[in-house]
């Protein structure tokens, strides 16, 4: 019996083991398994990024021309990268002017407005002035009445007559009230003429500021370099007073218009060559031996092969000659 129980218990214990065993193998498979479902996610997530990079890189790249606001969009590829870079090269260089010339005629714009301004006040200072000359000019003929004058206040003053007093005092009162508002007319004409004056020379001012700084935009150094060589040549060469050709600046247009004549005449004058000399050409000196032919001397009878019949003949007769 206790064989068998023995038997028993030991069949069980491989039962449990056997058991255990599968538990393990199902976790294992279970793990596995797992793990390439992972992998296949990882696999799977991979190909969507790199699908999505595909798809960026199959975008096309786009090129924008904004040309004064107005933006043209194209597609990189349609247009040849050359034509393209000269494109905006050019689009570049027309809104550049385009600024350059904005920018003129605000300063222009901006020089009218003072103009008009400083005519305005001009205008307002001289329809003053002249009111207020008028005034004096109407004062002073009511103080040229005779009934104002000295002797006529005199005389009323030394009548027994008090009617011919009383209207000496009135007279005498009114004129220095005349001769009051006619100074302060005086006063107030003076004052506007001089404000007119002042007003005049600071637009002279600007005006010879603003031809100056033209210029100088244009040519640097002007002023300094070359408004004098300007004034010179058109005070010598068109007869101007030298005090007008002073006020260049006034004028800037006339001003460089002058400024290139004068280059020119400069660069004609620098350019114009002188006549050539003519030159004799060298003669040769008659009779003149070379001095190879004087130094070669012949004989007569042994180098007579190295002459001709006639320098022979020749050479033959002066021998006789000097014999």
Partial sequence: MEEVEVEVEVVEEHQQLDEVDEGVEEEVVETQEGEDYDEETEDETEEGEEQDEEGEDDEPEEVEINFGGEKLVLRKGEVPDELLS????????????????????????KQVEQQVQTFERLNQMSDQALQSYATGQAI?????????????????????????????????????????????????TKQLEDQQTQAQQEYHAAQMQAGKEKLESKYAGFT????????????????????????????????????????????????????????????????????????????????????????????????????
């Fill in 140 to 188: 002073l003929n009511q103080l040229n009445d005779p009934q104002y004058s000295d002797q006529e206040i005199d005389r009323l003053w030394r009548s027994d007559r008090q009617e011919d007093r009383d209207t000496a005092r009135i007279l005498t009162d009114r004129k220095a009230q005349l001769n009051q508002q006619y100074n302060q007319a005086l006063s107030i």
């Fill in 224 to 323: 300094d370099l070359h408004a004098p060589k300007v004034v010179d040549y058109v005070v010598n060469n068109y007869g101007i007073n030298s005090e007008e050709a002073q006020d260049w600046p006034l004028n800037p247009a006339f001003t460089e218009m002058a400024y290139k004549a004068m280059m020119y005449d400069d660069l004609k004058a620098k350019t114009r060559t002188k006549p050539k000399s003519k030159t004799k050409k060298a003669e040769p000196i008659k009779g003149e031996k070379s001095q190879k032919q004087a130094k070669q001397r012949y004989d007569l009878n042994k180098d007579a092969d190295k002459m001709s019949a006639d320098e022979w003949r020749k050479r033959r007769l002066a021998q006789k000659q000097r014999s």
């Fill in 86 to 109: 000269k494109t905006q090269d050019y689009v570049k260089s027309v809104e550049a002017a385009h600024t350059r010339r904005s920018q003129d005629l605000a300063e222009q714009r």
